[in-house]
């Protein structure tokens, strides 16, 4: 599966980004997609969670309230609304697809390149 990630840039505190994440050449059967992300020096943290078929969010508690995840079957496309950002939301932001709607990197047997995501306080 191609993942190919897009929309970070660099934003004020309390401001808003959408990422997206589509697979190019289809989802190759993964049944979950999710967004991790990572500071340097420190280990991918997981983000949220989809099932493809919809029934099934699930977030980190650091972006619970703050962060919405959701889908576009038509597209392979997966989204991350970033709403209220602030600066230690700052990182390189991952995604991935695999079999099951996991937490842990592991599960996850595809990865987008990265999208760098800057809030500046």
């Known amino acids: 599966v191609q993942l190919q990630a897009s929309g970070g840039g660099l934003v004020q505190a309390g401001g808003s980004l959408r990422l997206s994440c589509t697979a190019s050449e289809g989802t190759g059967g993964s049944d979950a997609m999710a967004w991790f992300r990572q500071t340097p020096g420190k280990e991918r943290e997981f983000v949220a969670v989809i099932a493809w078929d919809g029934t099934n969010t699930f977030y980190g508690d650091l972006v619970k309230g703050r962060f919405t995840i959701s889908g576009d079957t038509a597209k392979n496309t997966v989204y991350l609304q970033m709403n209220s950002l602030q600066p230690e939301d700052t990182g390189t932001y991952y995604c991935?697809?695999?079999?099951?709607?996991?937490?842990?990197?592991?599960?996850?047997?595809?990865w987008g390149r990265g999208t760098l995501v800057t809030v500046s306080s």
């Open positions: 991935a697809a695999g079999p099951i709607p996991a937490t842990i990197p592991r599960y996850f047997t595809s």
